[in-house]
């Protein structure tokens, strides 16, 4: 059973950073994910990691956030750096098995609040 379990969301300030960990359980996943979902917005696309490292990142945060990945503990990372009030958002981990960049699984969600 694939069992996807994120910690480190929380409050900060705008322009503070903050880091996410997923751990990922129940296979052996290809592609990881996050995707954030914002009041009223629908869920989207944050940044993805291969299984050997290649990443891609949405434009709105390309050079503010890192993905990166365990592979040894099955866990994935974002770290989030100068982050924005509209970086406000429930942000989900993904996980998947098959095709790059595509996900099946997702974590139950992380709150992360930017205050200006």
């Known amino acids: 059973q694939v069992q996807l379990v994120e910690s480190g969301g929380g409050s900060v300030q705008a322009g503070g950073s903050l880091r996410l960990s997923c751990a990922a359980s129940?296979?052996?996943?290809?592609?990881l994910g996050w995707f954030r979902q914002a009041p009223g917005k629908e869920r989207e696309f944050v940044a993805g990691i291969s299984r050997s490292g290649s990443t891609s990142y949405a434009d709105s945060v390309k050079g503010r956030f890192t993905i990166s990945r365990d592979n040894a503990k099955n866990t994935v990372y974002l770290q989030m750096n100068s982050l924005k009030p509209e970086d406000t958002a429930v942000y989900y981990c993904a996980a998947g098995t098959g095709a790059y960049m595509t996900y099946g699984y997702w974590g139950q969600g992380t709150q992360v609040t930017v205050s200006s």
């Open positions: 129940g296979g052996t996943f290809s592609s």
